[in-house]
């Protein structure tokens, strides 16, 4: 941009450069039953996550068009992480490490060359994240899986982090079923997840 000052009969030229914004690439990240069916995908596009992100009720549908309003793109600068959030946080966060390595460098115009990306986690994605930053994240055959320093930041949104104390059953007895079953209202639960979740 050229701007030209008068003042006092003295004038004045000069060029003012505005660098290109550069924004980290933001990956979703869901909490426990965010996702359905439950599975690993990095999901590239709108249509995909109105699919697998909350498909039933559309919960995190308007913070991802929120970041498309920001000036976030599809597959470029937004990503969103589905994981079967009925296994081990630790397996989940080695799928977050494998994909941030995939989508990153960012080679969008005006993504940040840094490497890195930001997190916004809802839930039990937050305690995914962490497992994959603090080193206890794993690969499928069991293998450690260390962070390699790809993230900018991270926006947790309701993380259990002092934990959730109806969740401690379902470590100590490690099955999802511990967790569905024995739940204080577990009729309920049992009949919408046996006669309404699954069969769709």
Known sequence: ISARAEWNGATDTATLTIPLAAIHPVVFIHGILGSMPPQNLLVTSRDVSREVLDPFLGGYWPLLDNLLKMGYEWNETLFGLAYDWRNSNRLSGGFLGEQLDAILPATADNAAK???????????????SRAYIEGFALNPAGARVDYGGEVNRVV???SPHRGFPFDYRTREEGTWEAYL???????????TMDNMIWPR
Do not use: E, T
């Open 114 to 128: 840094d490497g890195k990306a930001d997190l916004v986690v809802h839930s039990m994605g937050g305690l995914v």
């Open 156 to 158: 947790f949104i309701a």
């Open 181 to 191: 079953y024995n739940a204080p209202a577990a009729w309920l639960q049992q009949y």
